[in-house]
């Protein structure tokens, strides 16, 4: 219980990778004092409320707004999201207009006797790779972008 509720702190926490450790660190320290006077860790836990309520606690502590921060990762990662989405077309696009004609082998200028099949299922799976960054990445933006309005 104890572990899982460190976890959640930590993943609440918008703070560096340092600071986060320095706070994890301090929570078992509370945790190891309490366990050695006798107190349950579910009684700590109470105590020090619920992990968002114990991260939001920290960030006024230290003056940081985590739903800016927040905001701005939703912002930022939608638009490189669209941006990977708009890369994955441009090489599907070259994919098909640089792919030769039908039934030519190599750069010949005639048609050959010559039957070549098959084909490449990389331009299919590109294709709906960049339509789940769309719409992933819209999402993100979206919210990002309807939350700072609040």
């Known amino acids: 219980m104890e572990e ?3 976890r959640q702190v930590k993943r609440a926490l918008c703070l560096p990778g340092k600071r986060k450790k320095e706070v994890v660190r301090d929570l078992r320290e509370a945790f190891a004092s309490a366990k050695e006077n006798g107190e349950p860790a579910e009684a ?13 606690g920290i960030h006024e502590q230290l003056g940081i707004d ?3 921060k927040r905001r701005r990762r939703d912002v930022f990662v939608g638009a490189m999201l669209l941006l990977l ?4 077309w441009l090489v ?21 006797s010559i039957q070549v099949s098959g084909s490449s299922a990389v331009p299919p799976l590109l294709g709906l790779a960049a339509a789940v ?4 990445g819209a999402l993100l933006l979206a919210r990002g972008l309807r939350a700072r309005r609040r």
């Not at 960054?133 to 992933?136: E, M, P, R, S, W």
């Open 133 to 136: 960054l769309v719409v992933g």
């Open 85 to 88: 989405a708009a890369a994955a």
């Open 4 to 6: 899982r509720y460190l």
């Open 66 to 68: 985590a739903a800016a």
């Open 44 to 56: 700590v836990i109470e105590r020090l409320g619920s992990p968002e309520d114990f991260a939001g």
């Open 92 to 112: 599907l696009w070259l994919s098909r207009a640089l792919r030769p004609a039908e039934n030519v082998i190599g750069q010949a200028d005639a048609m050959t």
